[in-house]
């Protein structure tokens, strides 16, 4: 049934070029190069550039996807470029080309499964692991880090590159162009996340731990300007938003304040350090655990980062008290006042009561401290109050004799006469 949901999804969510605006082709030095569809013998423009890498890349689902790695000898930061609907690369070159330039950023831009000359067939899954696989690639042959990565998303391609922000904690940035809050609620406006919705952005948005710009158009008549409104109101570290006036889904390259907005974005984030960034995340992390944990109303625990769990026993993780900020100790403490139970298994709920003072557990058979009756403090032994099978017994005053009679807990002294009431009734 999902399969078929998903099928049907994608059948309505993806329209490829039909026929590609280009073609791959090897050349005699057994690189590849890119030829336009309509003239196979005519290279596109600039496609023969020493700058431009054509890229085959395989991705986990088992398709070759295509992509193109332009460079800039003056970039420090790299653009990932996931494009719209109805597009591919052959279209997009010369936006490349200019963005290169303009931004002084290395870009690369990629085709989804079933658009251009990549294969396969498009869906949302097929475009989670073709992002995947062109960030391997970065990462591999071109040594791009996550820190010097900024992730690019129009429209459609927005699903797929929170995809894969919400999973680098270190992510320099995101631009966020036309995004979209889900495929359904591009059709209409539900306030519920449906089994068939694709590219839940509206979920995975919160996730995302690094800047992020929202581009849209007032006049959007496909995506609606309130998508990125949401998106950009959900974000945890959204940017000053670019809301152009007039413009549309396709046509913001167009208005001079995209570019000059987005250079300006581009600086600022070259111009954050790796150690500025990492302190903000820090800084997110510990405002997130201290609003959501307290000592005395626990609504929500913070989790091992590693297996998600509130106390984990593998890696000795164990969430810190926001008022102190001291990790509690690696054998479970006490809730409320983050002070170690039984001594003995150093369980927070121990199944012996313990006492206030000494935590010391009370009596394994009774399970009381002291005697509720006679509030008379228990065996030093055994721990169960006024016991009768050891030694222990209130003595004697004088002789500091044990108790003999167990019912009236009088003293029978030296002598042996029987002190107290029931003495002068034996006498009698």
């Known amino acids: ?78 653009l990932l470029y996931s494009h719209g609907n109805a597009a591919d690369l052959g279209q997009l070159y010369d936006l490349f080309v200019q963005l290169k330039v303009n931004l002084r950023v290395n870009l690369i831009g990629y085709d989804y499964s079933g658009y251009g000359a990549s294969a396969g067939k498009p869906s949302e899954s097929n475009t989670y692991a073709d992002i995947e696989a062109v960030y391997q690639c970065l990462e591999t042959e071109y040594g791009v880090s996550q820190e010097d990565l900024i992730l690019y998303g129009q429209s459609v391609g927005s699903g797929p590159t929170l995809h894969l922000a919400a999973k680098l904690p270190r992510l320099r940035a995101v631009v966020l162009h036309s995004a979209i809050l889900s495929g359904l609620r591009v059709l209409c406006h539900v306030k519920f996340t449906f089994c068939f919705d694709i590219y839940e952005n509206i979920n995975k948005i919160k996730k995302v731990t ?49 570019i000059r907005h987005l250079c300006r974005f581009i600086q600022e984030m070259e111009n954050m350090t790796t150690a500025i960034r990492l302190k903000k995340i820090r800084l997110q992390t510990r405002s997130t655990v201290s609003v959501n944990w307290c000592c005395k109303i626990k609504i929500w625990k913070p989790k091992c980062p590693n297996c998600s769990t509130s106390s984990c026993i593998k890696c000795s993780w164990r969430p810190k008290c926001s008022e102190c900020w001291r990790p509690s100790c690696p054998r479970p403490s006490c809730p409320e006042c983050w002070r170690p139970s039984c001594p003995e298994c150093w369980r927070p709920s121990c199944p012996r009561p313990s006492c206030p003072e000494c935590w010391r557990p009370s009596c394994p058979e009774c399970l009381r401290p002291s005697c509720p009756e006679c509030s008379r403090p228990s065996c030093p032994e055994c721990w169960r109050p006024r016991c009768i099978k050891c030694c222990w017994r209130p003595k004697c005053p004088k002789c500091l004799r044990p108790s003999c009679c167990m019912k009236c807990f009088c003293w029978r002294c030296c002598m042996g006469a029987h002190g107290g009431q029931n003495a002068k009734e034996e006498d009698g």
């Not at 690094?210 to 990125?228: A, F, K």
């Open 210 to 258: 690094c800047p992020v710009l929202v581009i849209h158009g007032t006049e959007d008549d496909v995506v609606n300007v309130l998508h990125g409104n949401g998106l950009w109101k959900m974000a945890r570290e959204p940017y000053e938003p670019l809301w152009i006036k007039g413009g549309g889904h396709c046509n913001l390259e167009l208005y001079p304040d995209y």
């Open 1 to 78: 049934m999902g399969c078929m949901v998903s099928q049907l999804a994608a059948k309505f969510a993806f329209f490829p070029p039909s026929p590609p605006t280009y073609q791959i082709k090897k050349r005699d030095d057994g690189k590849l190069t890119v030829v336009s569809s309509s003239s196979p013998s005519i290279p596109i423009p600039h496609a023969d550039d020493n700058s431009l890498d054509v890229l085959l890349i395989d991705t986990k689902r088992g398709n070759k996807i295509v992509a193109f790695y332009l460079r800039n000898p003056l970039a420090r930061l790299t």
